[in-house]
């Protein structure tokens, strides 16, 4: 099997640093020291384009910039890229998301995907106005992606849910094709959703075995729908020539962080609701207890996995880190889990797209991991990235 490659876009600014921010993050609390301008997120996308990726994440929540319209914008600077668009069922309504949807993808054919995500936080949903509880925000998303579903079939639909009224709805436009739906959620509330809807179930990065479980539960649940679902994975990485270099990296990062601003970004984030986040930040909880967590590799918590990230970043709060071998081996792990496509991101976004795309691409590509991409495209290179392995 191959699988598929997407790279994430820091609409929130980016850093040499660990940049606070994430899902469960008060809007203004992500700090950074390189603006996310439409120039600057156009040379990530780019470079993605080149080294063969599928899409690019575009994040949604009050600690970012909006995601359709940073999609609309970049479309234009790239030729094939495709745009992971997240957004959230209920802040606008399913005709015009479903109508957003097919323009953009009557004006990019191919180059738009979504990223459906019900929301774990409730403080940051009642300021966008939506105050329905976690599990009711669930309900909610299922009544809404089976009214966009039917609108892209071609539909005219008429719907008089708990949630979500529509009298005769229908598009001008259909997609073609129709956008492909990501879908993550943890809790139990999720899996039916996901299991209807999602034509991709999307997981934070747990340890292999934890990931497994959860592949071979949404697989059953989707099974019993009469449907198949494929399965991704978000994930920083921290990709060098060598093991010792990455890991150097690592206890950089970490060395900029203090106690202080640890326990501060810890507290936002336990508030969250989301049972994704709950699992991330248990993945270091010890390691807070005991004050073990400035040591970069106290937190490996299973092979090349480091949950440094998480200690201030909400959502994904895992990384990938080692040689380029060392990541593509675990690419590899995952992929026999049940991974079919990896979502990337480090810091800062540029640079280490370049570390994991001159690095560990061709490895992929050896292996008969990843074919996308022209193999005859002049190397794209940065001056310190080596040509080992």
Not at 191 to 213: F, I, K, M, N, Q
Request: hydrophobic share 40%.
């Amino acid at each position: 099997m191959t699988v598929k490659l997407h790279w994430f876009l820091p609409t929130y600014g980016d850093s040499r640093h660990i940049v606070g921010g994430g899902h469960g993050t008060p809007a203004g609390a992500a700090h950074s020291d390189r603006d996310a301008s439409i120039d600057y997120l156009a040379s990530i996308v780019r470079a993605a384009e080149t080294f063969g990726f599928t899409g690019a994440l575009i994040p949604t929540g009050a600690w970012c910039e909006d995601a359709f319209v940073t999609a609309a914008l970049l479309a234009r600077e790239t030729t094939s890229l495709a745009f992971l668009v997240a957004f959230r069922p209920g802040l606008v309504s399913p005709t015009l998301s479903a109508q957003m949807a097919a323009t953009f993808a009557r004006h990019a054919p191919g180059r738009i995907l979504l990223n459906v995500v019900v929301g774990g936080e409730a403080h940051e949903q009642r300021a966008f106005g939506d105050h329905l509880d976690k599990d009711a925000r669930y309900e909610r998303c299922d009544e809404f992606l089976d009214v966009v579903r039917r609108l892209w079939a071609g539909e005219t639909v008429t719907k008089d849910g708990t949630h979500i009224t529509v009298e005769e709805a229908s598009l001008a436009t259909l997609p073609n094709p129709v956008p492909p739906l990501y879908f993550g959620g943890s809790s139990a509330a999720a899996g039916p959703v996901a299991a209807r809807h999602a034509d991709v179930y999307l997981t934070w990065g747990e340890p292999p075995e934890a990931v497994r479980e959860k592949v071979e539960w949404i697989r059953k649940e989707a099974a019993d729908e009469g449907r198949t679902v494929r399965f991704g994975i978000r994930l920083h990485t921290i990709s060098r020539d060598t093991t010792d270099e990455a890991w150097a990296q690592a206890d950089r990062l970490i060395g900029a962080l203090d106690e202080d601003t640890v326990a501060a970004a810890q507290a936002g984030l336990s508030r969250s609701q989301s049972e994704g986040q709950r699992r991330m930040r248990a993945l270091h909880e010890a390691n807070r207890a005991d004050g073990s967590w400035s040591n970069a590799r106290s937190l490996e918590v299973a092979p090349n996995l480091w949950a440094g990230v998480g200690l201030v970043r909400g959502g994904a709060g895992t990384a990938l880190v080692g040689s380029h071998t060392d990541v593509a081996d675990r690419i590899a792990e995952y992929a026999e889990v049940g991974i079919d496509e990896f979502i990337f991101s480090g810091y800062p976004h540029l640079e280490e797209l370049f570390w994991f795309g001159e690095g560990v691409v061709p490895i992929l590509r050896e292996r008969g991991l990843f074919d996308a991409g022209r193999l005859d495209a002049a190397p794209a290179s940065i001056p310190f990235v080596g040509s080992a392995r």
